[in-house]
Nanobody
């Protein structure tokens, strides 16, 4: 099973940018669809975006469409989340996840999770 670790979170002002990185272990990384989720205090974990194993297909939540971009480098076993035009409501712990089927939005559809990285957007 793939193991995941996120990095790149931090404190940024509204309108700013951050790039999150998720490093994966394992030799079958390209077999997995990868997703990013986020969880704000007192709220449920919510879907942000997902990318197919080849990287050719992506899907975004409406709340981040046009501002966030997911990408992956299978040679480096890494997936990225470029976040632009950040808003205070984007503040959350961000998690990357790996799953067998592309296009899924529910956390229960993903088999492996990283520990998360905190993103805080100040107004």
């Amino acid at each position: 099973q793939v193991q995941l670790v996120e990095s790149g979170g931090g404190l940024v002002q509204a309108g700013g940018s951050l790039r999150l990185t998720c490093a994966a272990s394992g030799r079958t990384f390209s077999n997995y669809a990868m997703g990013w989720f986020r969880q704000a205090p007192g709220k449920e974990r919510e879907f942000v975006t997902t990318i197919s194993g080849s990287g050719g297909i992506t899907f975004y939540a409406d709340s981040v469409k046009g501002r966030f971009t997911i990408s992956r480098d299978n040679a480096k076993n890494t997936v990225y989340l470029q976040m632009n035009s950040l808003k205070p409501e984007d503040t959350a712990v961000y998690f990357c996840a790996a799953g067998p089927i592309f296009g899924r939005r529910r956390p229960t559809d993903y088999d492996a999770w990283g520990p998360g990285t905190q993103v805080t957007v100040s107004s």
